[in-house]
Structures are given as structure tokens and as C-alpha cells.
């Protein structure tokens, strides 16, 4: 008896020790090129992220990009650091996933409804992107936790 109790202890510290947390998801990320690197933050429970770096390579005469690709020609002149390209995840504990946000793609200017897990590396976030609400008919990337420096 007092092992199946030790053992039922210790399935629980377990369970306690490698169940994931809304906020896992902040921090600073590469995207899955290795170009950009995105900032997740959270607000009431709400993430979003914003590009906060971009290699060098990418800039044309010495300037970030601009956004051209977005279909509101007002924003296309916009630089493509410190626009916000995630938006609107919430945590579900029940399914271990960010859902219910939008994804931005500034390559091609268009937006889809997206979620967010990991699998077994908290340093390895997956998201996928889709359209008309059918999560299998979508793209999926994944970006690699890093530092801002």
C-alpha cells in the first residue's frame, strides 16, 4: 500500500512538473527561416507578437522592408519591424494550445486564423495557420525560442 501511494505521489508531481503554462508561450522566438525574431507577450490573458528584429540581410539600402504586400495600400509603407504579425491567442489547458488568433504573413499580405503548441520542447513552438475555420487545411511552422540580443 505505501508504494502505490509513493507512486501516486510521484505521477502527480510529474504530471504537476511538465504540464505547460498559458505564459510558456512569451518570450522572444525565430521565426522558422531564422530571418526575424518575434516578441510573444501577453495582455489579460491575451498573446500577441510583434517582429522585433530582422538579419541584416534582409534590409534594402540599409532600411528594414516595407509591408507592400499588404492589401491596404495605406500600410504598405510601413516597416515590417515592429508590426505586429500574432494576435488574439488564448490558452486552452484542456487542449494544451494557444487558439483562436490571427497570423499575419507580410510576404504575401495576408492574414489567417491560427493556434499554437508545443510538442515535447518547450523551446520549439508550433503554429498553424489556416482558412474558412478548417484547421487541416493550413500551413504550419515552427520558431525556435531565442534571446532578443
Given at each position: 500500500m505505501k508504494k502505490i501511494l509513493i507512486l501516486f505521489l510521484?505521477?502527480?508531481?510529474?504530471?504537476?512538473?511538465?504540464?505547460?503554462k498559458a505564459s510558456d508561450i512569451t518570450g522572444t522566438?525565430?521565426?522558422?527561416?531564422?530571418t526575424s525574431k518575434i516578441e510573444v507577450v501577453e495582455e489579460d490573458g491575451v498573446f500577441s507578437g510583434t517582429i522585433v528584429y530582422l538579419i541584416p540581410e534582409k534590409y534594402e539600402n540599409g532600411q528594414p522592408p516595407k509591408d507592400d504586400e499588404n492589401p491596404d495600400p495605406a500600410l504598405r509603407?510601413?516597416?515590417?519591424?515592429?508590426l505586429q504579425i500574432?494576435?488574439?491567442l488564448k490558452y486552452d489547458a484542456s487542449e494544451q494550445e494557444?487558439?483562436?488568433?490571427?497570423?499575419?504573413?507580410?510576404?504575401?499580405?495576408?492574414?489567417?486564423?491560427?493556434f499554437g503548441w508545443f510538442k515535447d520542447d518547450p523551446n520549439t513552438l508550433f503554429?498553424?495557420?489556416?482558412?474558412?475555420?478548417i484547421k487541416w487545411l493550413g500551413k504550419s511552422t515552427e520558431w525556435t525560442r531565442t534571446s532578443l540580443n
Open positions: 510521484f505521477g502527480l508531481w510529474l504530471n504537476t512538473v511538465s504540464a505547460q522566438w525565430w521565426n522558422d527561416e531564422k509603407n510601413r516597416s515590417v519591424v515592429g500574432l494576435s488574439s494557444w487558439q483562436g488568433g490571427r497570423i499575419y504573413d507580410p510576404k504575401s499580405g495576408k492574414t489567417y486564423d491560427c503554429l498553424k495557420g489556416y482558412v474558412v475555420g
